[in-house]
Protein backbone atom coordinates (compact mmCIF):
# COMPACT_ATOMS: atom_id res chain seq x y z
CA UNK A 1 0.00 0.00 0.00
CA UNK A 2 1.31 3.26 -1.14
CA UNK A 3 0.50 6.04 1.04
CA UNK A 4 -1.16 9.54 -0.77
CA UNK A 5 1.94 11.85 -1.65
CA UNK A 6 2.12 15.44 -1.34
CA UNK A 7 3.50 18.20 -2.70
CA UNK A 8 6.42 19.75 -0.87
CA UNK A 9 8.10 22.79 0.61
CA UNK A 10 12.00 23.13 0.69
CA UNK A 11 11.49 22.15 4.23
CA UNK A 12 8.92 19.58 3.80
CA UNK A 13 5.46 18.13 5.63
CA UNK A 14 3.93 15.62 4.47
CA UNK A 15 0.67 17.59 3.72
CA UNK A 16 -2.33 14.93 4.20
CA UNK A 17 -0.54 12.74 6.83
CA UNK A 18 -1.04 12.00 10.45
CA UNK A 19 0.85 15.10 12.58
CA UNK A 20 3.54 12.12 13.71
CA UNK A 21 4.31 11.00 10.48
CA UNK A 22 6.62 13.98 9.09
CA UNK A 23 9.22 14.40 6.87
CA UNK A 24 11.30 16.81 5.65
CA UNK A 25 13.54 17.35 2.64
CA UNK A 26 15.95 20.02 2.09
CA UNK A 27 17.47 20.21 -1.29
CA UNK A 28 20.37 23.16 -1.52
CA UNK A 29 21.89 23.66 -5.17
CA UNK A 30 24.45 25.47 -7.26
CA UNK A 31 25.97 25.93 -10.94
CA UNK A 32 29.62 24.65 -10.40
CA UNK A 33 30.80 24.92 -14.10
CA UNK A 34 30.43 24.88 -17.87
CA UNK A 35 31.52 22.80 -18.97
CA UNK A 36 32.16 20.95 -23.36
CA UNK A 37 31.27 17.65 -24.68
CA UNK A 38 31.33 17.73 -28.36
CA UNK A 39 31.25 20.99 -28.41
CA UNK A 40 28.58 21.74 -26.71
CA UNK A 41 27.76 23.35 -23.09
CA UNK A 42 26.97 21.25 -20.56
CA UNK A 43 25.55 23.22 -17.39
CA UNK A 44 26.89 21.34 -14.25
CA UNK A 45 25.46 21.37 -10.98
CA UNK A 46 26.21 19.74 -7.53
CA UNK A 47 23.26 19.40 -5.01
CA UNK A 48 23.12 18.21 -1.14
CA UNK A 49 19.99 16.31 -0.23
CA UNK A 50 19.25 16.12 3.42
CA UNK A 51 16.19 13.69 4.57
CA UNK A 52 14.51 14.41 8.29
CA UNK A 53 12.53 12.03 9.67
CA UNK A 54 10.26 13.78 12.60
CA UNK A 55 7.42 11.36 12.04
CA UNK A 56 7.66 7.85 14.38
CA UNK A 57 8.06 5.65 11.90
CA UNK A 58 11.63 3.62 10.96
CA UNK A 59 11.83 3.98 7.12
CA UNK A 60 13.94 2.73 4.31
CA UNK A 61 15.05 4.69 1.45
CA UNK A 62 13.99 2.36 -1.82
CA UNK A 63 14.06 4.26 -4.61
CA UNK A 64 14.16 8.49 -5.79
CA UNK A 65 13.47 9.47 -9.34
CA UNK A 66 14.53 13.01 -10.42
CA UNK A 67 12.50 14.20 -13.64
CA UNK A 68 14.56 16.95 -15.48
CA UNK A 69 13.20 19.37 -17.30
CA UNK A 70 15.45 20.85 -20.26
CA UNK A 71 14.62 23.55 -22.70
CA UNK A 72 13.95 21.14 -25.17
CA UNK A 73 13.38 17.66 -23.58
CA UNK A 74 12.39 16.16 -20.32
CA UNK A 75 13.50 12.70 -18.70
CA UNK A 76 13.72 10.98 -15.79
CA UNK A 77 16.62 9.79 -13.37
CA UNK A 78 15.96 6.74 -11.58
CA UNK A 79 18.18 5.52 -8.61
CA UNK A 80 17.48 2.76 -6.36
CA UNK A 81 20.47 3.93 -4.04
CA UNK A 82 21.37 7.47 -2.39
CA UNK A 83 25.67 7.19 -3.26
CA UNK A 84 25.59 3.43 -3.03
CA UNK A 85 23.37 3.60 -0.13
CA UNK A 86 20.30 2.58 1.08
CA UNK A 87 19.41 4.27 4.57
CA UNK A 88 17.63 3.38 7.37
CA UNK A 89 16.21 6.79 8.77
CA UNK A 90 15.03 6.56 12.36
CA UNK A 91 12.70 8.63 14.20
CA UNK A 92 14.02 11.74 14.68
CA UNK A 93 17.18 11.03 12.62
CA UNK A 94 18.55 12.23 9.20
CA UNK A 95 20.16 11.31 6.30
CA UNK A 96 22.35 13.30 4.30
CA UNK A 97 24.15 13.15 0.74
CA UNK A 98 25.67 14.71 -1.96
CA UNK A 99 25.40 14.91 -5.42
CA UNK A 100 25.99 16.41 -8.89
CA UNK A 101 24.16 16.65 -12.86
CA UNK A 102 24.94 18.21 -15.77
CA UNK A 103 22.04 19.30 -18.33
CA UNK A 104 22.59 20.54 -22.05
CA UNK A 105 19.72 23.54 -21.48
CA UNK A 106 20.87 27.13 -20.34
CA UNK A 107 17.80 26.68 -17.90
CA UNK A 108 16.11 23.91 -16.53
CA UNK A 109 14.34 22.39 -13.56
CA UNK A 110 14.46 19.51 -11.51
CA UNK A 111 11.92 17.63 -8.92
CA UNK A 112 12.22 13.93 -6.76
CA UNK A 113 10.01 11.35 -5.92
CA UNK A 114 11.34 9.65 -2.81
CA UNK A 115 9.89 6.01 -2.08
CA UNK A 116 10.45 4.76 1.51
CA UNK A 117 8.94 1.74 3.26
CA UNK A 118 7.89 1.63 6.98
CA UNK A 119 9.80 -1.57 8.52
CA UNK A 120 7.37 -2.23 10.89
CA UNK A 121 3.99 -2.06 8.66
CA UNK A 122 5.87 -2.86 5.22
CA UNK A 123 3.69 0.41 3.98
CA UNK A 124 5.11 2.87 1.26
CA UNK A 125 5.46 6.49 1.40
CA UNK A 126 6.36 8.69 -1.68
CA UNK A 127 7.10 12.26 -0.60
CA UNK A 128 7.54 14.84 -3.38
CA UNK A 129 9.92 17.21 -3.52
CA UNK A 130 9.80 20.65 -4.47
CA UNK A 131 10.26 22.00 -7.95
CA UNK A 132 13.89 23.71 -8.03
CA UNK A 133 14.79 25.49 -11.01
CA UNK A 134 18.37 25.74 -12.39
CA UNK A 135 20.35 28.81 -13.92
CA UNK A 136 23.72 29.29 -13.68
CA UNK A 137 25.41 31.50 -11.48
CA UNK A 138 25.90 34.42 -13.86
CA UNK A 139 22.18 34.66 -14.45
CA UNK A 140 21.28 36.07 -10.54
CA UNK A 141 24.21 38.81 -11.11
Not at 37 to 53: E, H, R, V, W
Amino acid sequence: MIRPSAAVLPYIEIMNADTNQLIFIKNSIKNDEIFYKNDQPLYGYSYNTTITNESTLALRFISVKWNVYELNKNYEIFSSSLRGQKPLILPQESFSYKSNLAIESEFGAIEAYFLFRDIISKDYIEIKSVLIQLHPEYYMN
